[in-house]
């Protein structure tokens, strides 16, 4: 057996039979493509077929459509990957440990990823991870270094969420959920910010502080951890690691820090070596300098809107240069990046009006896409919102009222959840009707639809030509953007 928290592709026999369960998902449908690019006999299973598994299929890669034990048997897999949603009781992870094969979470073969690259960059943080590591991937594209990618997101120029480049470079997201991103090592990590997230894994703001501190201690001595300067969490979250370096007597990684303004940086006590300075914005798009150890570099005009998009093409930027990025390569991908699937997209229009989605489930998240579109040229904005888990809605409620109540009129849908018992739900007793009544209470707008076909047509009843239809939330909801643009 492999270890799984040690081993990379190199210890698995070349045309290696390795199976998919769940790999119609966004991280799994990548990790199988990659897979395949590597030299290995790749098939999985999904109970939904999708675009994706219709892709894979066209790829030569061998779909199931159910999850049966009989998969197994005639796939004849050495090895399966499975993502955190399945559980013990699934036919397949049954079949399979009859048969004593090893199987590896979604984390753990991503993680071998990591252990075979040359040079890996991992991009961690609570929001932007994808925006961020897509950005960073165009700078080293742009530089023909030829990276190796895995995204969170589908990205156009990649036909998909990953890129099959050499084994010198990865750039991967680094998703704390379920703490999957400790089974990655790093050469340059990037922490972009650190808030109250996944609560079912993180009841406190000190636990996530505490996870993503382990999480700089697996990166190399002589590697790189680039952050956002004033994040007063991420401060602490590198503090607490140090403690842990300077108690092994390791070498601790060199920080560089990242900020909108000069003043001393909170994680290093000292001016920022990446600023962004002279920040305009020019029909709602930021355009700005970008000042690296006290020298400007690069003039930068991005084409997605938001205060925050500076902040993660700063990071970005310093990930890029570090890893042999030129300021004309950086410069050059950040003028032409138009963004992720479902990070600021815009859909088309709709009676007259820019339909826009975004994957701001999160309060912080959907503040930060809000302000956003308000800078862009428009009548009113409608946002049409739905919240990710109950979970994470019922402890963040009041972040969700205070993010939500500025707003003109927001259309609420009911939370979504794909990885919560029907007892764990009914146990929360929460319901995104109930940010929606608390938003009126306090002198808010607010409607909350139970089913979808209502939302839409209340749609319909109140926009106007010029306004903004802004839908923020998982993919459940944001396929309304693809309805209403068909």
């Given at each position: 057996m492999l270890d799984s928290k040690t081993f990379t592709l190199n210890d698995i026999k070349s045309g290696a039979r390795i199976y998919f369960i769940g790999i119609g998902g966004i991280s799994m449908n990548g990790l199988a493509r990659l897979a395949k690019h590597a030299g290995f006999v790749v098939g999985g299973s999904d109970n939904h077929p999708s675009e994706r598994t219709a892709i894979l299929e066209e790829q030569g890669i061998k779909i199931y459509g159910s999850q049966i034990a009989a998969n197994i048997d005639d796939f004849k897999p050495d090895y399966l990957v499975k993502t955190a949603a399945i559980l013990p009781h699934n036919e397949e992870v049954k079949r399979a440990t009859e048969l004593e094969l090893q199987i590896f979470d979604r984390a753990?073969?991503?993680?071998?990823?990591?252990?075979?690259?040359?040079?890996?960059?991992?991009?961690?943080?609570?929001?932007?991870?994808?925006?961020?590591?897509?950005?960073i991937s165009?700078?080293?594209?742009?530089?023909?270094?030829?990276?190796?990618?895995?995204?969170?997101?589908?990205?156009?120029?990649?036909?998909?969420?990953?890129?099959?480049?050499?084994?010198?470079?990865?750039?991967?997201?680094?998703?704390?959920?379920?703490?999957?991103?400790?089974?990655?090592?790093?050469?340059?990590?990037?922490?972009?910010?650190?808030?109250?997230?996944?609560?079912?894994?993180?009841?406190?703001?000190?636990?996530?502080?505490?996870?993503?501190?382990?999480?700089?201690?697996?990166?190399?001595?002589?590697?790189?951890?680039?952050?956002?300067?004033?994040?007063?969490?991420?401060?602490?979250s590198l503090a607490e690691a140090k403690e842990y370096f300077d108690k092994t007597g390791r070498k601790f990684p060199q920080v560089v820090t990242c900020a909108t303004d000069s003043e001393v940086c909170e994680a290093t006590g000292k001016k920022a070596d990446f600023i962004a300075k002279n920040i305009t914005f020019e029909n709602g798009l930021p355009v700005f300098d970008i000042e690296i150890n006290g020298e400007t570099k690069i003039n930068v005009s991005l084409k997605i809107p938001g205060s925050h998009n500076i902040a993660n093409a700063l990071n970005a930027a310093a990930a890029a240069y570090l890893n042999g990025a030129t300021p004309e390569a950086i410069q050059s991908a950040l003028d032409s990046f138009n963004g992720a699937d479902g990070r600021y997209t815009v859909k088309g229009k709709y009676r007259?009006?820019?339909?826009?989605?975004?994957?701001?489930?999160?309060?912080?998240?959907?503040?930060?896409?809000?302000?956003?579109?308000?800078?862009?040229?428009?009548?009113?904005?409608?946002?049409?919102?739905?919240?990710?888990?109950?979970?994470?809605?019922?402890?963040?409620?009041?972040?969700?009222?205070?993010?939500?109540?500025?707003?003109?009129?927001?259309?609420?849908?009911?939370?979504?959840?794909?990885?919560?018992?029907?007892?764990?739900?009914?146990?929360?007793?929460?319901?995104?009707?109930?940010?929606?009544?608390?938003?009126?209470?306090?002198?808010?707008?607010?409607?909350?639809?139970?089913?979808?076909?209502?939302?839409?047509?209340?749609?319909?009843?109140?926009?106007?030509?010029?306004?903004?239809?802004?839908?923020?939330?998982?993919?459940?909801?944001?396929?309304?953007?693809?309805?209403?643009?068909?």
């Open positions: 753990e073969f991503l993680g071998a990823f990591t252990r075979t690259h040359k040079n890996v960059i991992n991009v961690s943080g609570t929001h932007g991870k994808t925006t961020t590591t897509s950005m165009m700078m080293l594209i742009e530089q023909d270094l030829d990276p190796t990618v895995h995204l969170g997101a589908d990205l156009d120029i990649f036909d998909g969420t990953v890129r099959a480049g050499s084994k010198d470079l990865l750039v991967s997201e680094a998703c704390e959920f379920n703490r999957s991103f400790l089974n990655f090592s790093s050469t340059t990590a990037v922490i972009t910010n650190i808030d109250h997230d996944h609560v079912d894994c993180y009841p406190t703001i000190e636990d996530v502080i505490d996870v993503f501190a382990k999480f700089v201690r697996l990166v190399d001595d002589d590697g790189y951890v680039v952050v956002s300067g004033h994040d007063k969490n991420i401060a602490r007259d009006c820019d339909v826009v989605v975004d994957y701001a489930h999160h309060p912080t998240a959907a503040r930060a896409t809000i302000e956003a579109a308000s800078n862009m040229p428009h009548n009113d904005i409608l946002v049409v919102f739905q919240p990710l888990t109950y979970n994470r809605t019922k402890k963040l409620f009041e972040d969700y009222v205070t993010s939500l109540l500025p707003c003109k009129k927001v259309l609420f849908s009911e939370i979504f959840s794909d990885r919560e018992s029907a007892s764990a739900i009914a146990e929360l007793a929460i319901s995104s009707k109930d940010i929606s009544d608390e938003i009126n209470k306090r002198g808010g707008d607010s409607e909350f639809f139970a089913d979808k076909k209502d939302l839409r047509k209340r749609i319909d009843e109140l926009i106007k030509p010029g306004d903004i239809i802004l839908i923020l939330g998982p993919e459940d909801i944001r396929e309304m953007g693809d309805e209403l643009c068909s």
